[in-house]
Structure formats: C-alpha cells, structure tokens
C-alpha cells in the first residue's frame, strides 16, 4: 500500500490547456513537497507546503495543501511543451528524517 | 558545488555478478539517500544515512543489497549476486536536515 496516492497516473495534453494533478493519503503530514523529473535526470524540488490550506504560486504553477494537510494539488494553467515530465509529490517521514514519494503523475504537453 | 555525482552513469552486468555504484554528496549534506526508480514501483526508498550512520535500510530488498558510507563524502550501494530484477535506475540524494533533498543523475543498470 502506497502512503501517498497521486492521480492521475499519465496525462496527456495540448499546449494550452489547464490541468490538475492530485496526491492524498489518509495519513496528517507536517509538509508535503512537489518534485518535478525530466527524463534521465533525477528529481527538482519545485516547493514545500507546511500550513494547512496554504497556496504557493510559481509562475504558471499553483500549488495547494488540504486544510486537513492529508492531501495536495498541482494546478498548471495553460501548459507548455517545457511543462512535461514527470511529477511526484514527497513527504517527510519518521519524525523528518525519511523522504518517501508518491508514484509520480506523467505529464505530456503537445505542441 | 558541482551538484551530487553518481557513477558510472551506465551499467550493464550479466547475472550473478557483483555491481557497485557509487555517490559523492554535495559537501556538508549530512543526510544521504539511495533510491531505486522502476516504471511499476516508481521512486523507492531503498536506505538512508543520517552523519554517515545507516538509519533506516526497511527499504532494501534483500540480503543480496548493502550499502556503506566510510565518510561525509562518499556512499556505496552493491548488489552481489546481481539479478536481472534488479534493473532500474538507481538514485543517489543528499540533503541538509530540513531542507530540499538534491538527487544525482542516477545510474541505469542493466543485468542480463
């Protein structure tokens, strides 16, 4: 059983158009962090979420954590070809000292 | 910093043969992380180092995985006898405590 759940698991898309990814779990997180993988590189920090219902913003990016801090999204608004790869939620765990990640979300934007 | 660096970045072994991959930490990381990425799996979480000590291995699959850190700036993870399961892209992170996690490039390795 996966401790953190993200949906979908593949999306395809075309440039332009918003979309939303999800990862919950029925587990209470101090904070949540959003990593993004480009094939054959490892995984980029993008931002961590701490406070329950915090949004951040990163250009096109919005990110959210649940009031309840059990469960995050990532919107994207008007996605670009630069926006595909592959997108993994990650929490801290065992008192912050062991970082597990969700499966990942495959994003593919089309031109 | 040049950032964390893996090698070999390819490795393709025949089954049954020792397999070593190596990680050099960003300097005065003291958390160190080897990870295992597959396409059923995603990214597992294999064993972590906190100031050069094994805290957490749960994630090792089995006796024929061990990994070392003599010191601050290097790790090792081997696999003997290697099996052709074990394929996968195998990441190395480090990370000062409390703050964002750097991966390497990973080392895909091929047993055939």
């Known amino acids: 059983t996966q401790l953190l759940e993200q949906s979908p698991q593949f999306l395809s898309i075309q440039e332009g158009e918003n979309l939303t990814v999800y990862c919950n779990s029925s587990s209470v997180f101090s904070s949540l962090q959003w990593y993004r993988q480009e094939p054959g590189e490892g995984p980029v920090l993008l931002v961590t979420?701490?406070?329950?219902?915090e949004v951040k913003k990163l250009k096109r990016l919005t990110f959210q954590f649940g009031d309840a801090r059990k469960d995050s999204s990532l919107h994207i608004t008007a996605a670009q070809p630069g926006d595909t790869g592959l997108y993994l939620c990650?929490?801290?765990?065992?008192?912050?000292?062991?970082?597990?990640f969700g499966q990942g979300t495959e994003l593919s934007v089309k031109p | 910093d040049a950032g964390v660096i893996q090698s070999p970045r390819h490795e393709v072994t025949e089954m049954g043969q020792e397999v070593t991959l190596r990680c050099k930490p960003i300097s005065g990381h003291n958390s160190l992380f080897w990870y295992r990425q597959t396409m059923m799996r995603g990214l597992e979480l294999l064993i972590y180092f906190n100031n050069n000590v094994p805290i957490d291995d749960s994630g090792m699959p089995e006796d024929r995985f061990s990994a070392k850190m003599p010191n601050a700036s290097f790790s090792t993870l081997k696999i003997q006898p290697s099996e052709p399961r074990d394929s996968a892209v195998y990441f190395c992170a480090s990370r000062l405590q409390g703050i964002e996690a750097f991966f390497g490039q990973g080392t895909r390795l091929t047993v055939v």
């Open positions: 990650a929490i801290l765990y065992n008192q912050g000292g062991k970082l597990i």
């Open positions: 979420v701490v406070t329950g219902g």
